[in-house]
């Protein structure tokens, strides 16, 4: 009897702490009269937290709790992607140190089943795209981020460059065909941007002193197609690049210490996440373009300011950019900066969805700013973060 009293005992105490170690999604703003309908996804980190792919109701309440389920290691990127004209399920999985990650990218059913690998990668970038292929014909393609350490000379940088010293990280965007596993479009940072560029400097864990500490002088943080071209961010250089589809040049640069335009009344730094907004008027010349504007980078102190959603117009004709709109954060009263990660998300109802990265909040604005809901997730009085955060369907379950 006692042996039976104790081991119910152990199974209750298991399953409250599991249930502790469950982020919370506390709802603080909720009108509902103008928020659109949809999901919440995070791919929650923490310290007390179970990391892990998680779905919320916009109530709070966990529909999805991914924790385990895709085995070990970081999540990142977790999103209901279109996979073979079906809504599916995106993750990356694997392991991160210094900013950046190796593993792989899993697309899922609803049931949590594999339906497809990709290659090694790393995790800042998941997006599945319509692309022509080799045929001529549109077929699923993956955009996604590669780093790899590879050796340079930076002694002008204070590494030197002897005993296997001077190792600095090597941003490849990289396009792959899902039907085939074939690249079929492959980009290097350093091939076309110069050390020079950067705002970091090889620092602490980034020292470039060996392969496992290379410098990490680019970072590269989105993908985004542009007609034949991809638009990449890079938030240590903080600016943006128009990359060739053809062959990789660079057509122009937004931001940063080379920019082709002028930025008038604004300026980004360290940013996320940059799209371009579907309505924009890429055939006048002129863009619109969102991004997650951090003001904040941990590795160059202290902040410049705070972290806000931007919508910015990039009139290519005239080379100046102007700020649309800010959407600022429901925590900024206490200042809370984002020092990694971070999205801005364009609802088809013209609402933005915005996940604050390591300022563990989500919120939702309409077109004119108005916040109309507000969200903190982990566990009361620990770190917790999502790289992202999205809104949509859910596979399965309709709104």
């Avoid at 792919?53 to 895709?70: E, Q």
């Avoid at 122009?252 to 579907?278: A, C, M, N, T, Y």
């Avoid at 919120?363 to 997730?377: C, K, N, P, Q």
Wanted: glycine share 10%.
């Amino acid at each position: 009897m006692m042996l039976l009293e104790f081991v119910i005992v152990t199974l209750c105490y298991c399953l409250s702490a599991v249930a502790q170690n469950t982020p919370a999604l506390t709802v603080s703003v909720y009108d509902k009269s103008a928020v659109v309908p949809g999901f919440i996804y995070l791919a929650v980190t923490g310290y007390q937290a179970a990391s892990g792919p998680y779905v919320f109701d916009l109530n709070g309440t966990v529909v999805f709790n991914g924790a385990g389920k895709v085995g070990s290691g970081a999540i990142h990127d977790f999103y209901p992607c279109t996979y073979q004209k079906t809504t599916r399920l995106c993750l990356w999985k694997g392991t991160t140190a210094l900013g950046y990650g190796s593993g792989q990218a899993l697309i899922l059913d609803n049931k949590f089943k594999v339906i497809k690998a990709l290659p090694a990668s790393d995790y800042h970038e998941l997006k599945i795209v319509q692309a022509l292929d080799a045929n001529g014909q549109y077929s699923d393609t993956a955009l996604q981020t590669v780093y790899t350490p590879v050796r340079r000379d930076l002694s002008a940088f204070g590494v030197p460059y002897e005993d296997d010293q001077g190792w600095v990280v090597d941003c490849h965007l990289r396009a792959l065909d899902l039907a085939t596993n074939k690249v079929i479009f492959d980009w290097s940072s350093l091939d076309h941007v110069p050390l020079n560029e950067t705002y970091v400097f090889p620092t602490g864990g980034i020292n470039g002193y060996s392969m496992t500490h290379a410098w990490d002088y680019f970072h590269m943080d989105s993908i985004t197609p542009f007609l034949d071209n991809y638009l990449v961010s890079s938030r240590h250089t903080s600016t943006i690049y128009l990359v060739s589809g053809k062959d990789g040049s660079i057509i122009w640069r937004l931001g940063g210490k080379s920019s082709d335009f002028k930025l008038q009344g604004f300026s980004f730094d360290s940013q996320h996440d940059v799209r371009i907004v579907p309505s924009s008027g890429a055939a006048t010349g002129i863009l619109t373009l969102s991004l997650f504007d951090n003001e904040y980078n941990t590795f160059v102190q202290p902040p410049r300011g705070l972290s806000s959603g931007k919508i910015i117009e990039v009139n290519v004709a005239t080379k100046t950019a102007r700020l649309l709109h800010q959407y600022e954060s429901p925590s900024k009263d206490i200042g809370n900066p984002s020092g990694d990660g971070g999205s801005l998300q364009q609802t088809l109802k013209g609402n933005v969805f915005i996940g604050w990265g390591d300022d563990a909040q989500v919120s939702e604005h309409t077109a004119d700013g108005r916040l109309v809901y507000a969200a903190r997730f982990g566990v009361p009085g620990s770190f917790a973060s999502s790289y992202r955060a999205f809104k949509g369907p859910f596979p399965g379950i309709t709104t």
